[in-house]
């Protein structure tokens, strides 16, 4: 396997992402599948593994700690990521620094590790100074609980702000971006990819099968077995136009990948891997099955003509579903924002 360097941090990662997201409650409770599915991944060359402290409630960091125990631990890259919700306490939650310093000592003991190699954190908090969260950080880095740490789904002007923080008040800085990319949510290639460029971060894409869109088990009459359908309802309620609109763009990527020589899943991913800014995107496999049918895309190499018609189906900065980028700024979430307050 080719592997690639990991931003500007001379850090060696495998095309793909082991993502455990589907490790769990949220997927698959059966722990020996999942270790198996991770040395499955290993043995395959795949060196970077990505998880979560919110998926299934701390459960899918466990299952990892399984399946690196007994030496296989350092010859991965493990990334996990803190912000979502874990308990009743409003304080567990968010980017402070009372909670990032907390969740990352919860989190090196359900993986069982004393070091994490890449920090996340998992979305934006309009509540937070990014100043509090990168100080929070770059103290975990002096103390060697964290080796870096990246964000995840942060739009572009975040991203520089926080980038500009670091310099001005002499922080650690994020070296990685984790956002939604597939060739059905194009949106970050307007901003998001050049500003990562810019800055030299790494990108560690979520979603190239687009929650399973790309799969090929999706389309006219098939049912939708999709695990995600009851936690985020909107990105599969086929009442909503920008669904209905996926559905009609699946039937016409069928046709290109088929004429390509390829499952439709290869084309997905090849599309994924052939963008200069992406690292390495995330794979999430519910079953093994599911893992062997991604491990061979590591090699998948896209020619002009199929990229071509890929931006014919779907032009490029498009995002079909306005729900699929995986977070809305709060100036659009929260009517009261765009409102003037009168006496």
């Known amino acids: ?14 095309p793909l992402c082991l993502g455990a997201m589907m490790f769990g409650s949220w997927g698959n409770t059966d722990h020996d599948e999942c270790v198996r599915m991770v040395h499955r991944a290993l043995d395959a060359g795949i060196n970077f593994i990505d998880t979560a402290d919110v998926y299934s409630a701390g459960e899918s960091e466990e299952i990892v700690a399984k399946a690196l125990a ?45 070091h994490i190699d890449l920090y ?5 908090d309009d509540s937070c100074a990014i100043d509090e969260t990168l100080g929070a950080l770059t103290d975990l880095v002096g103390a060697g609980k964290i080796r870096y740490f990246g964000h995840s789904t942060f739009p572009a002007h975040e991203i520089v702000e926080a980038q500009w923080v670091a310099e001005r008040r002499g922080r650690e800085r994020f070296v990685t971006e984790q956002p939604p990319y597939s060739i059905l949510v194009r949106g970050i290639e307007r901003d998001v990819l050049p500003v990562c460029a810019q800055y030299g971060l790494g990108v560690i894409s979520w979603g190239p099968l687009a929650g399973g869109w790309l ?19 909107a990105r599969y309620d086929m009442s909503l136009p920008g669904n209905q609109r996926k559905l009609e763009i699946v039937a016409a990527l069928e046709v290109l990948a088929e004429e390509a020589g390829l499952s439709l899943i290869e084309l997905a991913m ?31 190499a896209l020619g002009d003509d199929a990229l071509d018609r890929i931006d014919e189906i779907v032009p490029p900065g498009v995002t079909l579903h306005e729900s699929d980028g995986g977070w809305q700024p709060p100036a659009l979430a929260d009517s009261s924002q765009r409102r003037r307050r009168r006496a």
């Not at 396997?1 to 495998?14: D, F, K, N, P």
């Not at 996340?120 to 934006?124: A, S």
């Not at 390495?280 to 491990?295: F, K, N, V």
Request: proline residues 5%; positive net charge.
């Open 70 to 114: 007994g030496g296989r631990r350092d010859d991965v890259v493990l990334a996990t990521k803190v912000h979502g919700t874990m308990g009743d306490d409003p304080n567990r939650q968010g980017n402070s620094r009372r909670w990032v310093i907390a969740e990352c000592e919860a989190s090196l003991r359900r993986l069982g590790t004393d």
């Open 1 to 14: 396997m080719e592997y690639r360097v990991l931003g500007t941090t001379g850090v060696r990662v495998s």
């Open 270 to 300: 090849g599309f994924v891997l052939e963008h200069p800014a992406v690292t390495a995107p995330i794979i999430g496999p519910r079953t093994s099955d599911h893992l062997e049918a991604l491990l061979s895309t590591a090699k998948i």
């Open 120 to 124: 996340q954190i998992h979305r934006p």
């Open 215 to 233: 799969s090929g088990s999706f389309g006219a009459g098939k049912a939708n077995t999709s695990r995600r359908a009851s936690r985020i309802p």
